[in-house]
Nanobody, 124 residues
């Protein structure tokens, strides 16, 4: 069954950094747009960032612009999320998912192959 396996989460102090990884299992990333999403306690899941199929375009939600960077390594079938200058409001479970498409879409129901997520906690 095709899905992602997220890793790299943990507890970090405000201002710190984490690098999340998202490994594809059972399918090849080459043909997909990949998105990172997060869900904080009591809140709806939201889109954080997205990278298009050709690795030429990215999208970031306003709250993470300038702090987070998405990248993909198709040879390793893995997508990364570098998170810097972390804030307590970044605390959430982070997920990745994919669309068989060329460009990013905002609609979460379009995304497939969701993983179990990785917990990120930003606290002093």
């Amino acid at each position: 069954q095709a899905h992602f396996v997220e890793s790299g989460g943990g507890l970090v102090q405000p201002g710190g950094s984490l690098r999340l990884s998202c490994a594809a299992s059972g399918f090849t990333l080459d043909y997909y747009v990949i998105g990172w999403f997060r869900q904080a306690p009591g809140k709806e899941r939201e889109g954080v960032t997205c990278i298009n199929r050709s690795n030429t375009s990215t999208y970031y939600t306003d709250s993470v612009k300038g702090r987070f960077t998405i990248s993909r390594d198709n040879a390793k079938n893995t997508v990364y999320l570098q998170m810097n200058s972390l804030k307590p409001e970044d605390t959430a479970v982070y997920y990745c998912a994919a669309i068989l498409a060329n460009e990013c879409y905002e609609s979460l129901p379009l995304y497939r192959h969701w993983g179990q997520g990785t917990q990120v906690t930003v606290s002093s």
